[in-house]
């Protein structure tokens, strides 16, 4: 008897934790349901110049040789008023708008109208119909993978372009870089307004929503998870997977072009940027179907911060070496190249190979061999906001024993040899890796803070066993 009423009662106990438990997952899965004063600011802060800073780097490239100081040192010297540099920049025009509807219309195309025929003939390749990680409403979604095959016939009608049919020169991008940056804003304004419309008014699913309150955060963070039109136009996948970051390989050989036709060839460090950024932009078509599992489609609701990021910011801010090297023609020293090159090569292993393992093994549930031995992890649980308690596992074993984000070091090395590859004489060519080391360090802050807030103290026993984040003993 006694035995019994003691059995109920743990059941009962149990059964109130995981009602506990329910709520927590329910109150900080995902982004942030309040906002503290310092998220605000930053919001307040991005939104009100990250249009500027990209507008800054470009025009001090169009009118300054991309010298980041000279247009201050002219503004407040007095040489200049703000009102010159704004006169000397070109404007939208009817040409660049017929353009850049042309692109995104034939994104789209590619994106809603071509079922994927890659993987039925590239082996090891994983397209067609796949499914996304399941939301904090316990929802799986369906994607079309088919972003190799958008990129390949992009690519292939470029070229055919370039060098039989001739209807446009390849340096079209180059030469309306400007006004393109107008419909790229207009578009990223766009879609990013609509977005938080929708998100009030006909959300595709309720329960994924959330809501600060506060509409500043709320536009830049984004209200749904998953908006969508229709059963397959998934806005993340889009914004976040093709207008941009197609175009990324075909800026830099826009860019490639020019300095062709400026200087009668092209040197070492635009092959190098080309062939590196190529890399890591196939890379990201050839393992589209693993980008459903990572922050930006798993957790990221979309806003302002993905719809005009993806638009905006990546194809301006991500390619500003080429854009560089068009204006400041480097030609590398042998060992100076191969240094770059080897540099790069190596972060794009160390970033593959640390994706590709968390990948087999949540893939495989563990049944895996990582580095030739089985995998070593923490089993977890967590709980979705319809009370389903779900289970889960942390790999402490590879790159994954070395630090938390291993695949974030790969990255950035890789970054820092773009970079290296444009030589020492300004600092514009640089940004890129100051400004992934921001964003990284940033991400593995805010993932850190929702995984520990998934899995309570499953994660503190993960974070004993791996306990650096980026750099084994440092950081
Ligand atoms: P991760 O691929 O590292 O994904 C983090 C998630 O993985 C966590 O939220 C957690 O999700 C799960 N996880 C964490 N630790 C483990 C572990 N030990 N074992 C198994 N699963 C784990 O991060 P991102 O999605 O941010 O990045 C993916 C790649 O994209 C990175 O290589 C990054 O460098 C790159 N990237 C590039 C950007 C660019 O602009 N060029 C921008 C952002 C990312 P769960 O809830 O499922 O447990």
Not at 7 to 13: G, Q
Not at 243 to 263: C, R
Not at 288 to 305: M, N, P, R, S, V
Request: charged share 15%; proline share 4%.
């Amino acid at each position: 008897m006694a035995a019994n009423q003691e059995k109920k009662l743990a059941e009962e106990r149990k059964h109130q934790n995981m009602q506990n438990d329910t709520k927590a997952s329910q109150g900080q899965w995902g982004r942030a349901w309040e906002v503290d004063w310092f998220s605000l600011a930053s919001v307040l802060f991005l939104l009100m110049f990250a249009p500027l800073i990209v507008y800054y780097f470009i025009m001090s490239c169009a009118q300054y040789q991309c010298s980041l100081t000279d247009p201050l040192l002219d503004l407040l010297m007095g040489n200049k008023h703000l009102s010159d540099i704004w006169n000397s920049t070109p404007m939208l025009t009817c040409r660049a708008a017929g353009i850049y509807f042309l692109w995104v219309t034939f994104q789209v195309v590619l994106y809603m109208s071509i079922p994927d025929f890659c993987h039925k003939f590239l082996p090891g390749y994983v397209g067609g119909v796949q499914e996304g990680a399941v939301t904090p409403a316990g929802v799986v979604n369906k994607y079309e993978i088919n972003g190799l095959q958008a990129w390949i016939i992009t690519h292939v009608l470029w070229f055919a372009n370039a060098y039989c049919f001739h209807f446009f020169s390849p340096t079209i991008i180059f030469d309306n870089w400007i006004p393109l940056l107008w419909c790229a804003n207009i578009l990223g304004y766009a879609v990013s307004t609509f977005a938080m419309i929708k998100g009030y008014f006909f959300p595709t699913n309720a329960k994924d929503c959330k809501f600060t309150g506060n509409f500043f955060y709320d536009y830049m963070m984004g209200i749904e998870f998953n908006p969508r039109i229709g059963k397959w136009f998934d806005f993340k996948l889009f914004f976040n997977g093709r207008p941009g970051i197609v175009a990324w390989t075909l800026i830099n050989l826009s860019f490639a072009a020019k300095q062709q036709e400026l200087y009668g060839g092209v040197t070492n460090s635009i092959i190098l940027v080309n062939v590196l950024q190529g890399i890591y932009v196939l890379d990201f078509f050839w393992n589209e179907a693993w980008y459903l599992k990572t922050i930006d489609i798993c957790h990221d609701h979309f806003g302002w911060y993905l719809g005009w990021g993806d638009c905006v910011w990546l194809p301006y801010l991500y390619t500003l070496q080429g854009l560089y090297l068009v204006y400041h023609p480097v030609q590398l020293c042998t060992a100076h190249a191969t240094g770059v090159l080897l540099l790069g090569l190596l972060g794009y292993y160390i970033f593959r190979m640390t994706n590709h393992q968390k990948d087999l093994f949540r893939r495989t549930n563990g049944n895996c061999r990582i580095w030739g031995k089985k995998p070593e992890y923490i089993e977890c649980s967590y709980t979705s906001a319809d009370g389903t308690k779900h289970y889960s596992k942390l790999l402490t074993s590879g790159f994954w024993g070395w630090a938390r984000h291993f695949n974030y070091t790969g990255d950035l090395m890789g970054s820092l040899a773009y970079c290296l590859a444009c030589g020492f004489e300004h600092i514009l060519p640089y940004f890129y890796i100051i400004y992934m080391a921001i964003l990284l360090t940033h991400r593995c802050v805010r993932d850190e803070h929702r995984c520990s807030s998934k899995y309570g103290k499953d994660w503190k026993r993960y974070t004993a066993a791996v306990p650096y984040r980026l750099l084994p003993g440092i950081f």
